[in-house]
């Protein structure tokens, strides 16, 4: 577990460190070859081949396909797709790559373990966060790496 946390911050901290300029695209032909070299499975090429167009594309992508575009800053998803199919696991992964998107996300769903994750790389969010929702082993997990949050500590 502790290789996996070191593993996680550093992608964290480098993705954040190389914050790549929103891409926005005018062609599902550019969309197509940006994914390729941004590393797109073959379902994600796959399913954007299946479509006629751009806006095809944003009304048939489904929540994996829309988490990926969203992590990798292909921001005209967020404007032209149905974010409500995004559960919160899918919501943690896009907010460690790209914070910015908190206020597209529904941050009541999110459980003590969401918030653990997103409030170790990002504690600015800490006001947004219910501590209700934390026990005091998860306090304790969070305080290690986040001590300044003690101050929302209520006992």
Request: include cysteine.
């Given at each position: 577990l502790l290789i996996i946390e070191l593993i996680l911050h550093f992608y964290v901290s480098f993705r954040t460190f190389v914050k790549i300029n929103a891409m926005k695209f005018i062609t599902k032909d550019e969309l197509i070859e940006q994914a390729i070299k941004d590393g797109?499975?073959?379902?994600?090429?796959?399913?954007?081949?299946?479509?006629?167009d751009l806006q095809d594309i944003f009304a048939r992508i489904d929540r994996n396909l829309l988490t990926w575009c969203l992590t990798n800053w292909y921001d005209q998803f967020a404007e032209h797709c149905d974010l409500s199919i995004l559960d919160e696991f899918d919501w943690v992964s896009i907010l460690l790559n790209n914070p910015q998107y908190v206020d597209h996300c529904d941050l009541s769903k999110f459980g003590w373990s969401c918030w653990s994750i997103v409030l170790r790389f990002h504690p600015q969010y800490a006001d947004h966060c219910d501590w209700s929702k934390f026990s005091d082993y998860n306090w304790d997990c969070l305080l290690i790496h986040q001590p300044q949050l003690e101050v929302y500590r209520q006992n």
């Open positions: 797109a499975c073959d379902k994600w090429i796959e399913f954007a081949n299946s479509c006629k």
